[in-house]
């Protein structure tokens, strides 16, 4: 199926809101970027396009596609049948009529489809005068029919056989009124699409919001209509009280109008409808109302997710009520015989057939729910292998119960990491073992700021000792010079006294003397030189030492195991 609800994924920001709103279990596909973001794109094959996505999402990271620009284009071609939602009158009050007109302008024909809702009410009156109606949901609503399909096909049996309202309208005009061009239809529905393309009964899907942006896009404007009437000259008859079917209730008390005893229950907006679809499908057959009628969207189509209308529910009801008090007095002018018999049904009795707008469905295969002891292992990948664990229902995934995100994840439609309770306990367990490591960091860290203290006192010495060294060395070469200054005054001496008096000997040993003290002078530099190198040899020993304890801090000790 092709994609009508579309995800601009640089505007997804991973907050998982429109999981947590949608009514289809597997409409979403949650992915982890490759920069550690998360992103919910869509599965169009279980998507229903209910639009509830769009509503929910505040950034703007999701939108729909319809068929304006399509049909437009394809209006400069050849004339294009219009038909006209109730649900136009509630969104644009005082633009609808105006709307319209622009479309006559460009050739089409334009047709209510509250006449179709009128066909869509008598088609159901008579397959339950006939007997041939069981209890039923009805399927006026596009997301709901695609919503039984997927998720619960054992009630398409349920679902009533009769064609909606929009689907009655081009089934009139293509067999009753012989129309071979293309309809669209204007409406505040998404879900239509999906509908067109099931039935192919509808060429193009426009919707209200598209088409008013169209209009703004291209500076196309419609006038404010200061008639605040109902009434509009469409090329076929105003539907009477089809009308009200865009509101919640709307084709039960069309039903009721007609037959007032039918056991109806109604119900509408995703927070209820689905969950009551559900209990219907566990309840016995005996327990189901005759008619449950149900719609998608709170307040009913006048609310519907593609209206792009800033009308409040009570602006809606408002303008609804309007709306049914022109379409009773239609009925009471135009639609009455005596003894209370509809004139328009009557004349539906007499010109059309219930079997031409019967509609069958495609039921799908339910997706394949995991086995406790794959749902075993997935519980273990979120960290919730211990059975307390796995009633936490946060719902911050967007899912109501954890098995329902352990489900999602068995179907390739989520990821573990996206379990925020899971990425709360790796994040603590990561934060308890760099706790860990920082304080086996800040140990080795003063050890080996010891070691360097110690290693700067060797330093030192060595320093010390090659300065005294140096001065050591300086002095002996002094002494040197010195002795060998003396030595060779000896030998002068005794060369000039070849025979040696008193006085001579007394010089000699005078020299002599001088000599031997500076022997000893250059012996005592030499001790020093010596032992200053030996305390030399010893700190280098020390520095050794000191570098391989370092280094056996730094480099063998493994933080990462601390």
């Known amino acids: ?97 105006g709307v319209l007109d622009w479309f006559r302008e460009k050739g089409c024909v334009i047709l209510d489809v509250s006449f179709g809702a009128d066909i869509c009410t008598w088609a159901h009156l008579r397959t339950i005068d006939q007997g041939n109606m069981g209890n039923v949901i009805t399927q006026q609503c596009a997301a709901v029919v695609k ?43 998404i879900a239509m699409k999906q509908e067109a393309e099931a039935t192919e009964l509808i060429d193009y899907s426009i919707t209200i919001q598209k088409l008013m942006e169209y209009f703004k896009r291209n500076g196309i404007n419609i006038a404010v209509d200061p008639d605040d009437s109902f009434e509009y000259k469409f090329d076929e008859p105003q539907g009477q009280l089809g009308s009200i079917f865009s509101r919640p209730g709307g084709l039960r008390d069309n039903l009721w109008t007609h037959q007032p005893d039918l056991n109806i229950a ?15 499908a566990k309840m016995p057959e005996n327990k189901h109302p005759q008619v449950f009628d149900v719609l998608s969207c709170e307040h009913g189509c006048n609310m519907g997710p593609a209206t792009g209308s800033a009308q409040s529910a009570f602006d809606i009801m408002a303008t609804m009520r309007g709306i049914e008090t022109a379409a009773k007095s239609r009925r009471k002018m135009t639609g009455m015989m005596g003894r209370g018999e509809d004139r328009l049904f009557k004349k539906f009795d007499e010109e059309l057939r219930v079997v031409d707008f019967l509609r069958n469905y495609k039921p799908t295969m339910p997706s394949p729910s995991p086995s406790a002891a794959q749902l075993q292992r997935i519980y273990e ?96 070469s002094e002494r040197a010079a010195v002795v060998k200054e003396l030595l060779e005054n000896i030998v002068v001496f005794c060369s000039n006294n070849p025979t040696m008096d008193q006085s001579s000997v007394s010089q000699l040993i005078s020299i002599l003397e001088t000599t031997i003290s500076a022997f000893s002078a250059l012996d005592d530099n030499v001790g020093i030189t010596n032992e200053h190198s030996g305390m030399i040899h010893d700190s280098i020993d020390n520095i050794v030492s000191l570098v391989e304890k370092i280094n056996d801090t730094l480099i063998k000790t493994d933080i990462s195991d601390s």
Not at 34 to 56: H, L
Not at 156 to 162: A, E, T
Not at 266 to 280: L, T
Request: with cysteine; hydrophobic share 30%; glycine share 4%.
């Open 1 to 97: 199926m092709n994609e009508i609800i579309i995800v601009k994924p640089e505007k997804c920001i991973g907050c998982n809101a429109c999981i947590r709103s949608c009514p289809s279990p597997e409409a979403n596909l949650t992915k982890q970027l490759d920069n550690g973001r998360y992103t919910t794109m869509i599965n169009p094959d279980k998507c229903i396009a209910c639009g509830q996505c769009i509503k929910s999402c505040n950034h703007g990271a999701r939108d729909y596609i319809d068929d304006t620009e399509e049909c437009i284009a394809q209006m400069a071609k050849e004339k294009v049948t219009i038909l006209a939602s109730p649900a136009l009158q509630t969104a644009l009050p005082n633009k609808w009529r």
């Open 147 to 189: 919503y039984i399909e997927i998720y619960q096909p054992k009630l398409v049996q349920n679902l009533s056989p009769i064609q909606s309202p929009a689907g009655c309208a081009a089934i009139y005009v293509k067999k009753y009124l012989r129309r071979t061009n293309p309809i669209a239809v204007i409406s505040p529905c």
């Open 266 to 280: 109604s119900s509408d907006g995703v927070r209820r409808v689905f969950s009551e679809i559900k209990m219907y």
């Open 381 to 476: 990948e979120m960290g919730m292998g211990a059975e307390e664990k796995r009633c936490y229902d946060c719902r911050a995934c967007g899912y109501k119960t954890c098995r329902d995100m352990a489900t999602a994840i068995y179907r390739g439609l989520n990821t573990p990491d996206n379990c925020i309770i899971h990425a709360k306990t790796i994040l603590n367990e990561r934060h308890s073992l760099l706790t860990k490591q920082h304080l086996r960091l800040t140990d080795i860290t003063t050890e080996c700021l010891d070691l360097s203290d110690q290693l700067k006192d060797d330093i030192a010495k060595i320093t010390d000792s090659m300065t005294t060294i140096g001065k050591s060395t300086a002095a002996t």
